[in-house]
């Protein structure tokens, strides 16, 4: 069974840090292509950041230049750091994974994920 497992959320600052985790297991992750996004509360889920099965990466224009996504194959991980976080950042984050493809048109659409991840809070205090 395929199972996404999360970790990294917390209470931060404003202009602070934090490195989200997703431990992927259950398929051969290299086949993935991952995304993260969150959800506000009276919001709905957006994708922040997404990456190819070949590294190419995809952020929303909210967190470009502070937000980073990877992924390490040999790990089943993908990872998403966050610096320089605002209060408009406080959601809960899921990670999720693509069989398909991810491309500039599909790589946003929470339809287009597989599989999906238990979300991690993350707080950030003005």
């Known amino acids: 069974q395929v199972q996404l497992v999360e970790s990294g959320g917390g209470l931060v600052q404003a202009g602070g840090s934090l490195r989200l985790s997703c431990a992927v297991s259950g398929r051969t992750f290299s086949t993935y292509a991952m995304g993260w996004f969150r959800q506000a509360p009276g919001k709905e889920r957006e994708c922040v950041a997404a990456?190819?099965?070949?590294?190419?990466?995809y952020y929303t224009d909210s967190v470009k230049g502070r937000f980073t996504i990877s992924r390490d194959n040999a790990k089943n991980t993908v990872f998403l750091q966050m610096n320089s976080l605002k209060p408009e950042d406080t959601a809960v984050y899921y990670c999720?994974?693509?069989?398909?493809?991810?491309?500039?048109?599909?790589?946003?659409?929470?339809?287009?994920?597989?599989?999906w991840g238990q979300g991690t809070q993350v707080t950030v205090s003005s």
């Open positions: 999720a994974g693509r069989l398909a493809a991810v491309s500039s048109s599909t790589y946003s659409y929470t339809r287009s994920y597989d599989d």
């Open positions: 990456i190819s099965r070949s590294g190419i990466t």
